[in-house]
């Protein structure tokens, strides 16, 4: 067996000025792909269930997945959280905590288009509701570019201020532009967390690295054929 985690950034519609428009995924697109995984008989899982798999337990339900988004926008609590709860569904969202409340900010450097990014009470709310919240960092720089104490403050500050929003451990990671080294996964291991997703492309298996844990990129340009064929191969 191996286990689907879809990698998501944006549920809206594609900005006009946007570089990369295919991080946008449309709520129509999203509803379809919501359902089709839903009607495949899919459920979503706790994260924390993905670790015991890698180690070798069996998951608790006959088709795991799970649904992550990056970045932390304000548009995956205004459009993706009523589709995925109406599903029965959750997923992670991982926060670049410097950006939790900005209004109109670009967060990517190669990106440059402005977004709106979740405020407490959404990310309280989302965790009440049976989401998971992981950080992205702080300030969504490429950590393997920067002196160990500023990546030890983006590890460890980050982790700290979710932690006091949600009032709960944050003990997921998922690294900013999949920028990682071994001194990055070795800082992210010593900040505390259990493990860190990368953007690269793959399903889970029995004994993978749990600060390597791939995941398959769903963007706005895929219909649902390939979506389908992504998810299985
Ligand atoms: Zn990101």
Redesign the pocket.
Known sequence: MKIPVLYY?KIDYPKKDAVYKGLYVTPEQFKRQVSLLKFLGYDTVNPKEILSFIKGHKPPVKKPLLITF??GYENNYLNAYPILKSAGFSSII?V?SGFIGKKSVV??ERERVKENFLNKNEIKEMFKNGFFIGS?GIN?YYLDRLEEGVLIGELIASKAYLEHIINAPVDFF?Y??GAYNPIVMRAVKNAGYTAAFTTASGRIEVGDNSFELKRIPVNGYNNILNFLLKIFF
Request: a negative charge; proline letters at 8%; charged letters at 25%.
């Open positions: 950034h990056d970045d991982f670049s967060s990517d992205h969504h998922s900013p532009f």
